[in-house]
C-alpha cells in the first residue's frame, strides 16, 4: 500500500460559499496522520487563500494534492485571465478583485503574501489569458 | 498507561435497541452498534448529550450524583445553576426556590448566576489586554471544550482562560462559609444544581487536570420534584436579602447571555453542537477574526436545553425572561471591588491537544492506512445506511483498517459474498449432475 496520499478536487467558479471544502478536507486528513496543528493550520490557510482566488479571480479551477511523510505539495490550477504584473500581485494591499467581489469582505489584498508567509516552498507560473497555477509545499518538521 | 476515562453520558444496555438514531448524531462519530447494543468510544465522547436527548428508548443517561451524598458532609452548600430559576413557572420566584433549597436541607445557597457575574467582570478585564488570540471562544460549556481539543486544538489558544461560573461559586461560597461561621473546609460538602451532563465529568475528569472546587454535581431532573413539594407547602417566605444575583448573572442560562453580558465588542452566541462545529469552522478558517467573543454552547437554547432538565427550554427561556425583568439593574457588577485581579479567577494549568483522531503515530503507517480506508470505501456503496452500526461508510472502513470492524458488518458486502458463495456452490453441483447423466 503506497504511503503517498492523493487527492483531486474541483473548485467551484464564484460560489464561495462552498468555497474552502477542499482545504478543510485537507485539514482533516492531515490531523488523522498526526501532523502538528500549527503545521495543519498553516496548510489550510495557504490553502484556502489559494482556493479563494481561483474562485473569485480564476473562475474555478483545480485542486491536486500530494502528501507524504515529510510534506504536503499542493497545486491550484485555474485557466483564468491570468496575472499580469505578478510582483505588483504579491504586494499586500494590492488587489484586482472587482467591487462586486470587495463588497463580500474579499479581496482585500492579502490573498497572495498570505500564501508566502505561511508556506515553505512558493511557485507561481502564470500568463495573461493562460491561466494561473499555483505551487505550494509545506514541511512536516 | 492506558487513560483512564470517566464518562457521565452512558448506556442502559437493557433499554437499547439497537436501532442506529444515535450514531448518525454524534457529534465526533463517538457511537457504534455492535452486537445489537450502542457502545461509546471513550477516547471521542464529549458528553455533550445529544444522545440523551435523540434515543428514542431513552436508553441513553448521564450518572449524576445520587441526592442522598449530601448527608457526606457536615455543611452542605448548594450552587443552583440559573437554568433552576426557569424550570417551575411564574409562581416560583428565585426567592422562593432559595429558600426551598434551604428546607430541602442544604445550609447555604450561593447562586452560580452570582459567580457569573464574576466571571463577565473577569473576561472584561481579560478582553482589555491587547495580546490576546480573537476571537476570544467561551470555555463554560465543558462539552465545546473538550470538543476543541478534540477536533480544533489550533483553536486552544483562543479559549478565556477563566474559571467557569461554577467553580468560582465552588470556591467562594467555601471560603465564604469558612471564614463566616468558622467550618472547617474538609467538613463542607459543595454541590452543583446541574442542567448538563458535561459539567459532572468536568467535576470527576477535569481537563485542566487539576481537582475541581466542587464535591458533586445533583441533576435538576432529580431535586424537581422534592422542592417542587416544598414549595408548594410554602407559606410566605421571609424574603432574607440573600444576596441575590442580578440580571446578568441569571441570563447565563440563555443563549446570548454571557455575551451580552460584556458590554463592547463584536459578540456571537452559538448553540445547538452541530452549529456550533460550523462556526468553529469559521474560526479555523480565519473567517471570525474581526469578532471579538465567541459564545458557544452544545445544547439547544443553551443551558436550558440540557440533558438534564425538566421544562421544555422555550417554556424554561420565558420564565427565566420573567425573572429578569423583575431583578433592578442597579444590582449588576456590584461585586468585584477594584483592587480584586483577574488573575484569581484564571486557569491555573493549560487544556491539551487530544488527538485521538490519529491513525497511527508513525507517520508512514498513518498515510498507508488513509489510503486503505480509501480504497475500502470505494468498495462500499456509499448508502451512509448504518446498518453496520458505523455513522457512515467511510466510518466502517476507518474502523475496519484500526482493527475494530470488518468488512462483511457491511450488510451489502455480506449480501454480495453469499451471492458469491451460491454461485459457486450452483456451479460445483451442475459440474456433479454432468457427469450423472454420463453413467
Redesign the interface.
Known amino acids: 500500500?503506497?504511503?503517498?496520499?492523493v487527492r483531486d478536487y474541483i473548485i467551484p467558479a464564484n460560489d464561495f460559499t462552498i468555497a474552502?471544502e477542499a482545504?478543510?478536507n485537507v485539514?482533516?486528513?492531515l490531523?488523522?496522520?498526526?501532523?502538528a496543528?500549527?503545521i495543519?493550520?498553516r496548510t489550510?490557510?495557504a490553502m484556502?487563500e489559494a482556493e479563494i482566488n481561483a474562485v473569485i479571480h480564476g473562475n474555478g479551477g483545480q485542486a491536486h494534492v500530494e502528501?507524504?511523510?515529510n510534506k504536503i505539495v499542493i497545486i491550484i490550477s485555474d485557466q483564468g485571465p491570468g496575472i499580469a504584473d505578478l510582483e505588483l500581485a504579491m504586494q499586500e494591499g494590492y488587489s484586482t478583485a472587482p467591487d462586486s467581489i470587495r463588497e463580500m469582505g474579499f479581496g482585500a489584498g492579502m490573498g497572495l503574501s498570505n500564501i508566502k508567509k505561511n508556506s515553505d516552498i512558493l511557485e507561481i507560473k502564470t500568463a495573461v489569458n493562460e491561466g494561473t497555477t499555483v505551487y505550494i509545499t509545506v514541511f512536516?518538521k | 498507561m492506558e487513560q483512564y476515562y470517566f464518562h457521565s453520558v452512558t448506556l442502559d444496555t437493557s433499554k437499547c435497541k439497537g436501532c442506529t438514531n444515535c450514531i448518525k448524531y454524534c457529534p465526533t462519530e463517538a457511537i457504534r452498534v455492535r452486537n445489537g447494543k450502542a457502545v461509546i468510544i471513550k477516547e471521542r465522547c464529549i458528553d455533550c448529550g445529544l444522545c440523551i436527548r435523540i434515543c428514542p428508548y431513552h436508553a441513553k443517561k448521564a450518572v449524576t450524583d445520587p441526592l442522598e451524598s449530601i448527608k457526606n458532609y457536615k455543611f452542605k452548600i448548594a450552587l443552583p445553576a440559573p437554568t433552576l430559576y426557569g424550570q417551575f413557572g411564574p409562581d416560583y420566584t428565585r426567592e422562593r426556590i432559595v429558600s426551598a433549597l434551604k428546607q430541602y436541607g442544604f445550609d447555604y445557597v450561593f447562586e452560580v448566576a452570582r459567580a457569573a457575574e464574576i466571571v463577565t467582570n473577569a473576561t472584561e478585564y481579560y478582553m482589555a489586554n491587547k495580546e490576546i488570540k480573537k476571537p476570544v471562544i467561551s470555555s463554560a460549556c465543558p462539552a465545546v471544550v473538550r470538543f476543541i481539543q478534540i477536533r480544533f486544538p489550533n483553536l486552544i489558544d483562543n479559549l478565556l482562560r477563566i474559571e467557569s461560573p461554577m467553580e468560582v461559586a465552588a470556591a467562594l461560597s467555601r471560603q465564604e462559609v469558612n471564614e463566616k461561621y468558622g467550618i472547617p473546609l474538609d467538613e463542607i460538602g459543595v454541590f452543583f444544581i446541574s442542567p448538563c451532563a458535561a459539567k459532572v465529568t468536568s467535576v470527576k475528569a477535569p481537563y485542566e487536570n487539576r481537582k475541581s472546587n466542587v464535591d458533586g454535581v445533583l441533576s435538576i431532573k432529580d431535586i424537581f420534584l422534592p422542592l417542587l413539594g416544598i414549595m408548594k407547602k410554602q407559606g410566605d417566605i421571609t424574603s432574607e436579602p440573600f444576596s441575590l444575583s442580578s440580571a446578568i448573572g441569571v441570563s447565563w442560562a440563555v443563549t446570548g447571555g454571557e455575551s451580552s453580558a460584556i458590554k463592547e465588542g463584536r459578540r456571537i452566541a452559538v448553540h445547538g453542537i452541530h452549529s456550533v462545529n460550523d462556526i468553529l469552522e469559521q474560526a479555523v478558517k480565519g473567517n471570525l477574526d474581526n469578532i471579538d467573543f465567541l459564545e458557544v454552547l452544545a445544547c439547544p437554547e443553551g443551558c436550558l436545553g440540557g440533558p438534564l432538565v425538566v421544562e421544555n427550554p422555550f417554556i424554561a427561556k420565558v420564565n427565566i425572561n420573567n425573572e429578569i425583568a423583575k431583578i433592578a439593574k442597579n444590582q449588576a457588577h456590584r461585586v468585584l471591588p477594584k483592587h480584586k485581579d483577574v488573575k484569581e479567577f484564571e486557569w491555573k494549568s493549560t487544556v491539551e491537544y487530544r488527538p485521538i483522531m490519529k491513525l497511527d503515530d508513525d507517520m508512514m503507517k498513518a498515510l498507508e492506512k488513509m489510503n486503505m480506508i480509501d480504497v475500502i470505501t470505494e468498495g462500499f456503496l456509499g448508502l451512509d445506511c448504518g446498518a453496520c452500526g458505523a455513522p457512515s461508510c467511510r466510518a466502517l472502513a476507518e474502523d475496519i483498517v484500526r482493527g475494530d470492524a470488518k468488512e462483511t458488518d457491511c450488510i451489502f458486502k455480506l449480501r454480495e459474498k453469499v451471492n458469491s458463495i451460491a454461485h459457486q456452490l450452483h456451479q460445483i453441483e451442475s459440474a456433479g449432475s454432468m457427469s450423472d447423466d454420463n453413467k
Open positions: 500500500m503506497s504511503s503517498v496520499v474552502g482545504s478543510s485539514r482533516k486528513i490531523s488523522q496522520i498526526g501532523v496543528p500549527d495543519v493550520k489550510s490557510i484556502y502528501i507524504d511523510e512536516f
